[in-house]
């Protein structure tokens, strides 16, 4: 286990170096070097200021919606909690290993198991509902930018597949058998099914279960989400207007591409999104941005968010670790 742990930290690293090397040599020029004499440093620590705050909004987030389940969890347990799943989320991807460690130590906190899961899957309920909302309006919002009949027409449609995905999830919080039945007539795979009708039942159950048992908490919980993923949307306007960009013009279009970048992340491509962040970050910002500080813009974004949080998710996992008794590592 922890070999593969090793090996994908390193295939992630790589991945993410190499891309951001050949973003930079393809975009660094004269007017690249000058635009150094603009950089506003204050807004890139504020930058990194808010990277590190959306930690603790996450931490803080777990412990409402432990209190929502009639779990207690302190802050700093809930950011003990958080950090480790990030490491994992940074090295598996589509971020896909970060959901098990959170139930995995919040379990050991003190968490039931079947409690821990419904705060995981708490968490990815609040999440879809916040993007199902704004997804649609970030791909509107680009529509407008790109005169291209045939991407308007796919940016459309996804908007569109959004929009119907959040109205069955709706039905299915409340008639789960119906959703399931629908997916049966078109899903042949047993193995697929049964996935599907899995997670439809969390869902359902965590949704139902929040709901029931802590209104308050659970709506608390969702102002966290949205202050959350507000913040990481927030990072991009200040590494811009650090390195010298009047964002007045384009910050509505720098959070709606922002938005699509984290739908991408999630695609399951390459450890962490490695590779996969840096280039659609270059593409959907290069219809705004001057291609001069374009390859810059991208290496302070990943060198602010994904390295900070792999570097302090890493110490948080040791610690983990050596309080589990794994003195070798």
Same mark, same amino acid.
Request: aromatic residues 10%; proline residues 3%; hydrophobic residues 55%.
């Given at each position: 286990?922890?070999? /593969?742990?090793?090996? %994908?930290?390193?295939?992630?690293?790589?991945?993410?170096?190499?891309?951001?090397?050949?973003?930079?040599?393809?975009? !660094?020029?004269?007017? @690249? +070097?000058?635009?150094?004499?603009?950089?506003?440093?204050?807004?890139?620590?504020?930058?990194?200021?808010?990277?590190?705050?959306?930690?603790?909004?996450?931490?803080?987030?777990?412990?409402?919606?432990?209190?929502?389940?009639?779990?207690?969890?302190?802050?700093?347990?809930?950011?003990?909690?958080?950090? =480790?799943?990030?490491?994992?989320?940074?090295?598996?991807?589509?971020?896909?290993?970060?959901?098990?460690?959170? *139930?995995?130590? #919040?379990?050991?906190?003190?968490?039931?198991?079947?409690?821990? @899961?419904?705060? !995981?899957?708490?968490? /990815?309920?609040?999440?879809? *509902?916040?993007?199902?909302?704004?997804?649609?309006?970030? %791909?509107?919002?680009? $529509?407008?930018?790109?005169?291209?009949?045939?991407?308007?027409?796919?940016?459309?449609?996804?908007?569109?597949?959004?929009?119907?995905?959040?109205?069955?999830?709706?039905?299915?919080?409340?008639?789960?058998?119906?959703?399931?039945?629908?997916? /049966?007539?078109?899903?042949?795979?047993?193995?697929?099914?049964?996935?599907?009708?899995?997670?439809?039942?969390?869902?359902?159950? $965590? &949704?139902?279960?929040?709901?029931?048992?802590?209104?308050?908490?659970?709506?608390?919980?969702?102002?966290?989400?949205?202050?959350?993923? &507000?913040?990481?949307? &927030?990072?991009? &306007?200040?590494?811009?207007?650090?390195?010298?960009?009047?964002?007045?013009?384009?910050?509505? #279009?720098?959070?709606?591409?922002?938005?699509?970048?984290?739908?991408?992340?999630?695609? =399951?491509?390459?450890?962490?999104?490695?590779?996969?962040?840096?280039?659609?970050?270059?593409? %959907?910002?290069?219809?705004? *941005?001057?291609?001069?500080?374009?390859?810059?813009?991208?290496?302070?974004? /990943?060198?602010?968010?994904?390295?900070?949080?792999? +570097?302090?998710?890493?110490?948080?996992?040791?610690?983990? #670790?050596?309080?589990?008794?794994?003195?070798?590592?």
């Amino acid at each position: 286990m922890k070999i /593969r742990a090793k090996r %994908l930290f390193t295939i992630a690293i790589a991945i993410s170096v190499i891309t951001t090397a050949a973003i930079l040599v393809l975009t !660094v020029n004269r007017e @690249t +070097i000058d635009s150094f004499s603009k950089i506003k440093p204050e807004y890139l620590f504020l930058a990194i200021a808010i990277q590190a705050f959306t930690w603790f909004i996450w931490g803080l987030r777990i412990k409402l919606m432990g209190k929502a389940t009639g779990e207690e969890i302190s802050l700093s347990g809930g950011i003990s909690t958080v950090l =480790p799943s990030l490491f994992a989320a940074c090295i598996t991807p589509s971020n896909a290993g970060g959901e098990p460690v959170r *139930i995995y130590l #919040l379990n050991k906190k003190g968490f039931s198991v079947g409690d821990a @899961t419904a705060v !995981v899957v708490g968490e /990815r309920i609040l999440d879809l *509902i916040f993007f199902m909302i704004v997804v649609p309006i970030s %791909l509107f919002l680009f $529509g407008k930018m790109i005169k291209n009949a045939i991407i308007n027409t796919v940016l459309a449609g996804i908007g569109f597949l959004f929009i119907i995905g959040f109205l069955i999830i709706l039905y299915g919080m409340i008639k789960p058998e119906k959703v399931k039945k629908v997916f /049966r007539r078109f899903v042949k795979s047993e193995h697929a099914i049964n996935k599907i009708n899995t997670e439809i039942d969390h869902f359902h159950d $965590g &949704l139902w279960g929040f709901v029931g048992g802590g209104k308050v908490w659970m709506l608390l919980s969702l102002g966290c989400t949205v202050v959350l993923r &507000l913040s990481e949307f &927030l990072i991009p &306007l200040f590494i811009l207007l650090g390195l010298g960009v009047n964002v007045k013009p384009i910050w509505a #279009l720098c959070i709606a591409a922002q938005v699509i970048v984290l739908i991408i992340m999630a695609m =399951p491509l390459t450890p962490g999104s490695t590779g996969v962040a840096e280039v659609s970050m270059l593409s %959907l910002y290069s219809i705004f *941005i001057g291609s001069s500080i374009l390859g810059v813009f991208v290496l302070i974004y /990943r060198g602010m968010t994904y390295y900070p949080t792999l +570097i302090a998710g890493g110490f948080a996992s040791l610690k983990v #670790l050596k309080d589990m008794g794994w003195s070798n590592i």
